[in-house]
């Protein structure tokens, strides 16, 4: 099985070190919507050179995409996308965008004229949105179970606008489409990725996901949450893959010890700067589902596994991927193939340096992919032998 990793796209450069106080050519809020957990944003909001150099770096590490994410604050990300296709030769993107905004047809154009630039590298990810508060930012006041409802009816014209050769009629709970058409389209199918863990979520991802995301829980976790998608999945005939979300904190060549000062000294630094984020954005992730299970996962302990560290999450009321992996690069890499054991096909990591975490990265990026050979070698072998 091919292992894809993706990692973090990030317009505005951070810092883990110094105080928490951000620069000043960035406000507040701008510098709290760009900084990790542990790091203060340092200049402008939006940085080309820096953008340019953490694809780069990312490409060189081998990773096979970057996360454009989303919130109400962020830069658009369809032009922080063309960016990064437009400085990479290799490097795709996983361009989040969230149902409700735009229009299903126009969006499924801008998707598809984005991958007519750089064909094969766009991917689709879907963020219904599980923020009350960040949703009313951008003017959207609906509940959650309509926002999925409406993610799954903006899904069904997104695919029409994107493969219809003549025109198509739609009409559902929230879109109305008459002869619509679209004169791009896809050479190959755009991926979607889906992300959520409520109810709502995996009926809706199990339809139309490509491959479903998950923050990243302990692995008897993942596997229950494989089978629900799974389940969710058969009636549609669809067999979605599965992406993993992690933090890894791995040390090259040294001991296991100084990963955990290294995570230690992550999670003082988070905690100093946890309580000013809230206050800026008044966060409130008490309603997401995939929070609510970090949590409960912190709350019975603070490894789980080999080395799964839940502090972070904790501290941060799991405001998204917020678990941790620590340890050497050999220790993180067996933990990331424990995930692949189980039917996990993407990794998604990213740490608290960005940019020097991008360039580290590619050491565990190939002892993940050699160990998943080393398997996939030893399984082809033992199916040769005769029973």
């Known amino acids: 099985m091919s292992i894809e990793f993706i990692g973090i796209a990030a317009t505005q450069e951070t810092s883990e070190s110094g105080s928490s106080t951000p620069a000043p050519a960035a406000t507040t809020r701008d510098a709290i919507s760009a900084q990790t957990e542990a790091g203060s944003a340092r200049g402008p ?18 990773f096979d995409r970057v996360l454009v994410a989303h919130s109400s604050a962020s830069p658009d990300g369809f032009t922080v996308a063309d960016q990064i296709l437009s400085h990479t030769d290799r490097l795709g ?159 090259p060549a040294s001991t296991e010890a100084e990963a955990w000062d290294r995570a230690r000294e992550i999670l003082r630094l988070t905690k100093e700067r946890a309580e000013e984020a809230r206050k800026v954005f008044n966060l409130d992730h008490a309603e997401q589902r995939g929070s609510q299970r970090l949590l409960e996962y912190a709350a019975q302990g603070e490894v789980h596994d080999k080395r799964l560290w839940t502090a972070i999450a904790k501290t941060t009321g799991a405001a998204g991927n917020s678990t941790a992996l620590v340890g050497s690069y050999e220790q993180v890499a067996e933990s990331l193939l424990d995930y692949v054991s189980l039917g996990v096909s993407t990794l998604l ?32 072998a033992e199916a040769a032998v005769p029973a």
């Open 93 to 251: 993107v996983l361009l989040a965008h969230r149902p409700g905004f735009v229009a299903p047809t126009l969006a499924a154009r801008k998707f598809a004229t984005l991958d007519a630039f750089h064909p094969g590298r766009v991917a689709l990810h879907v963020i219904t949105g599980g923020d009350d508060a960040d949703q009313a930012r951008d003017g959207d006041f609906s509940d959650k179970p309509t926002r999925y409802r409406r993610t799954d009816d903006f899904l069904d014209v997104v695919r029409k606008e994107w493969t219809a050769a003549e025109p198509f009629d739609h009409e559902g709970d929230f879109y109305r489409v008459a002869g619509g058409l679209s004169a791009v389209r896809p050479a190959s199918p755009i991926p979607v990725y889906f992300g959520g863990a409520s109810e709502d979520a995996v009926r809706v991802g199990g339809k139309h996901a490509d491959v479903y995301a998950f923050w990243g829980e302990p692995l008897a976790g993942i596997a229950e949450r494989i089978r629900e998608v799974r389940a969710a999945a058969a009636p549609y005939g669809r067999d979605p893959r599965f992406s993993v979300s992690l933090r890894p904190i791995p040390i």
């Open 45 to 62: 909001v939006v940085q080309p050179a820096y953008l340019r150099a953490l694809a780069q770096a990312h490409e060189a590490s081998g």
């Open 349 to 380: 990591i990213r740490g608290f340096s960005p940019l020097a975490d991008a360039r580290d990265y590619g050491t565990l990026i190939d002892l993940v992919r050699a160990g998943a050979d080393r398997t996939a070698a030893l399984d082809t």
